[in-house]
T-cell receptor
């Protein structure tokens, strides 16, 4: 596709359930980032993938959060045993990399945990 | 801790007026500083990218300035339009942290008719 695609755009789940959020980066982009944005807050770094290198997971808030990137393209962010404080917009971005080139964001996945 | 602070947190102006948004940062050294526009419910979109050696960069009615000595940047919007209503986010790329991006909290701008 022409841009970064994220799905689902909206997800409502019950506390304790697992959720998966998907990101399709721009074709050919080697760098992929996940961010979390709580209501009215700035972007919080979660994880960074660059090519075949080991991902930078330093921003993941707990072991309930994990992410993978298969074949250097699509990425999935998984949140296990969701909590109400996980409610936020999860944004994915990609860039041509390596190094931080122009960053292109998806529209985000809005997660609401009841 | 490297930080990026933006002010004001929110701003309301009348259509056609100019405004200036501020960004102060402590990230040093840095490779570049960026301004993004984020419409409500959308992902951020890049407005300008400046390296540490650049003082100003324009993108239509948007002009960003950078003073690397005082570690300040500003985004000036000229002749505002209703469509300028959005959050404006300042981002600094930290050379010392594996090119980590540090995001400011954003300024929420509302342009009223």
């Amino acid at each position: 596709g022409a841009g970064v695609s994220q799905s689902p755009s909206n997800k409502v789940t019950e506390k304790g359930k697992d959720v998966e959020l998907r990101c399709d980066p721009i074709s050919g982009h080697t760098a992929l980032y996940w961010y979390r944005q709580s209501l009215g807050q700035g972007l919080e770094f979660l994880i960074y993938f660059q090519g075949n290198s080991a991902p930078d997971k330093s921003g993941l808030p707990s072991d309930r959060f994990s992410a993978e990137r298969t074949g250097g393209s699509v990425s999935t962010l998984t949140i296990q045993r969701t909590q109400q404080e996980d409610s936020a917009v999860y944004l994915c971005a990609s860039s041509a990399g390596p190094g931080v080139g122009e960053l292109f964001f998806g529209e985000g996945s809005r997660l609401t945990v009841l | 801790k490297n930080q990026v602070e933006q002010s004001p947190q929110s701003l309301i102006i009348l259509e056609g007026k100019n405004c200036t948004l501020q960004c102060n940062y402590t990230v040093s050294p840095f490779s570049n500083l960026r301004w993004y526009k984020q419409d409500t419910g959308r992902g951020p979109v890049s407005l300008t990218i400046m390296t540490f050696s650049e003082n100003t960069k324009s993108n239509g009615r948007y002009t960003a300035t950078l003073d690397a000595d005082t570690k300040q940047s500003s985004l000036h919007i000229t002749a505002s339009q209703l469509s300028d209503s959005a959050s404006y986010i300042c981002v600094v790329i930290d050379n010392n942290a594996g090119n980590m991006l540090t995001f400011g909290g954003g300024t929420r701008l509302m342009v009223k008719p």
